[in-house]
């Protein structure tokens, strides 16, 4: 029998859930202990994570607003974000550690110590690893800050099996430009576009606050907006022309585009030969699938996907064709994002207002402006070790295998589950998540249930008892985002920045952010050389240490950003760059690019 969590509430009743169920919050009644001044942080209300301020009113309620030094938010915070606190004061969030008691998904458990959690792990983790090897467990996060440290014990205990959330929402896109630009972190300068194609990515309820704010201020600088999307959405209200293309035909539209900017010759001859390879095997592959071929599979007459493809063309290089942001729909998913990438390069618009650019590390733009622009703050401090030598459940470490272009730090999460239940290519033990819920995001519930009920050993950190925690052995309880620390992080764009989360609100009962609890738990099984910090202040200060003066900056604004903006292949932007740091023209081409 499956047991979900909207049964479990049902059975023991949400009331007694909230008041009674062991290492929950419960009926907090007392004050909020915190600062009355704002305080500069990131929210985490959902996987943008804008920068925010926040602060505590009264000794009992915290007041959030957006960050009025971030540009790309403009200062502003969603509603969501805005509600931050309402998952501080949810009652059923967990405050202390827990163990299970009874069968996985009974819902019966005690409250126990870090120490004695810890203890379990520890001998459960050393067990298994004895018994069948450190590979056959699993370590699974939430793309975050806290991927750093699970990532890094995972290593450590010796398992090659480090995953994200990645397949189960954007490896589609990241997974598409990688291969086609070698990057998979490529940014669309919505603001400044001209003319956009945009395929059901609505970023009007799919709330990123710098989406929202680039595409309402190109459609007011008169952006036209093609919306192909089988849902009259919020976006396509707003669009200059709504498409409802037939579900699953939007591959079938863009060989289409592709065919029609290529065999009408609509496309940047000068940039494809200068910065592309690969054109002549392209048109020879694409030849057979004209508009008129395609227009039966998405339902868009051929002469209608000619009349898009020459007014994108026409405005190219201010033009751009949007990969979106989404989980996988289609089997044709990568292929369908590739296309999409390979749309762009053809109309030339990299490194163009309007078009699509790489972020600019520190580093990088150092070196472009030959000078010390901005200081280099280490991404991690944590020292790197050796990647188990193991073969990877999913074969991502196979060159030119199925996933070969999906990094080792993302993996294909859902095959954890699969493997688990196959036993191929070797039966899992354990699984070790945070901050992750794949019963409600891998498809197939009833089966990732199923696998879990397998495991030797299933632990779970989270700020509630999800859907998936509820099956847990141990779950330990992170702190919420207003009230820990965390590392400084890189926050580039066109010019190099970084942003940092910093603790609003005394820590509510006894939870702990994950920064601590590896290394902890580390400390336990004796990994302790592979956390070197002794707390996230020792942690920032080995990260920055070079650099007080920006340290102080960050933690004073929360966020900060060096230089200007630099498009590399912009006149305007590159006239203004070398006018600012003249040792930069050595890097300019007979294009001035």
């Not at 896109?173 to 630009?181: D, E, G, K, P, Q």
Request: aromatic residues 12%; hydrophobic residues 35%.
């Amino acid at each position: 029998m499956s047991i979900h969590r909207r049964d479990f509430l049902k059975g023991v009743g949400i009331s007694s859930v909230a008041l009674s169920m062991p290492g929950t919050l419960g009926a907090f009644s007392g004050k909020i202990e915190g600062e009355s001044e704002f305080v500069p942080s990131i929210c985490e209300m959902c996987s943008t994570r804008c920068p925010i301020e926040a602060r505590v009113d009264d000794g009992s309620k915290v007041f959030i607003q957006g960050n009025p030094y971030s540009i790309a938010t403009g200062g502003a915070v969603c509603a969501r974000g805005g509600s931050g606190v309402s998952q501080l004061y949810d009652p059923n969030r967990l405050v202390n550690p827990i163990m299970r008691v009874g069968e996985r998904g009974e819902g019966k458990w005690k409250e126990v110590s870090w120490e004695e959690a810890y203890d379990y792990i520890a001998k459960k983790l050393n067990e298994i690893k004895e018994k069948y090897g450190a590979h056959t467990v699993a370590f699974a996060s939430k793309t975050g800050p806290e991927q750093t440290f699970l990532n890094q014990f995972a290593y450590a205990y010796g398992s090659p099996n480090i995953f994200d959330h990645g397949n189960t929402c954007p490896s589609g896109y990241t997974t598409a430009l990688m291969s086609v630009y070698g990057n998979g972190g490529v940014s669309r300068d919505f603001a400044n576009c001209k003319f956009m194609l945009n395929f059901g990515h609505n970023v009007y309820e799919g709330m990123v606050i710098s989406y929202a704010r680039g595409v309402t201020q190109a459609l007011e600088n008169g952006c036209k907006l093609v919306s192909l999307d089988p849902r009259f959405s919020v976006l396509s209200s707003k669009a200059s022309e709504w498409i409802p293309i037939r579900p699953g035909g939007d591959t079938a539209f863009m060989i289409a585009f592709l065919h029609t900017l290529i065999f009408e010759e609509l496309y940047d001859k000068k940039f494809v030969e200068k910065y592309t390879t690969g054109f002549d095997k392209l048109k020879e592959s694409i030849k057979g699938y004209t508009p008129e071929k395609m227009a039966k599979e998405c339902d868009i007459p051929a002469d209608k996907i000619i009349a898009l493809t020459r007014e994108c063309a026409s405005y190219a290089p201010h033009c751009m064709v949007d990969f979106g942001h989404r989980a996988t729909f289609t089997p044709e998913e990568i292929e369908f994002r590739r296309s999409i990438a390979i749309a762009n390069a053809l109309l030339g618009n990299m490194e163009v207002k309007g078009g699509l650019y790489f972020p600019k590390g520190a580093a990088l733009y150092n070196k472009i402006a030959g000078e010390k622009v901005a200081p280099i703050i280490k991404g991690s401090i944590l020292p790197k070790i050796p990647e188990p030598n193991y073969p990877r459940i999913d074969f991502v470490d196979v060159k030119e295998g199925e996933f070969s272009k999906i990094p080792k730090n993302r993996g294909v999460y859902s095959k954890v589950y699969e493997c688990i239940l196959s036993g191929n290519p070797y039966a899992l033990k354990g699984v070790f998540i945070t901050r992750s819920n794949p019963v409600m995001t891998v498809a197939g519930a009833d089966s990732v249930v199923e696998a879990i009920k397998k495991l030797d050993l299933f632990v779970c950190v989270d700020v509630y008892l999800s859907d998936t925690a509820q099956y847990a052995d141990i779950i330990l309880p992170e702190s919420t985002y207003l009230e820990r620390d965390e590392q400084f992080l890189a926050n580039n764009g066109k010019n190099p920045g970084y942003q940092v989360r910093q603790k609003v609100v005394k820590t509510i009962g006894n939870t702990k952010p994950s920064w601590q609890i590896y290394l902890e738990l580390a400390q336990k099984m004796g990994y302790g050389e592979a956390f070197p910090y002794k707390d996230i202040e020792d942690f920032r200060m080995k990260q920055g240490y070079e650099y007080p003066e920006a340290m102080f900056e960050l933690k004073q604004k929360g966020l900060v950003s060096y230089g200007i903006p630099l498009l590399a292949r912009d006149q305007e932007s590159i006239k203004k760059f070398v006018e600012k740091y003249p040792n930069s023209k050595q890097f300019l081409d007979s294009d001035s690019e």
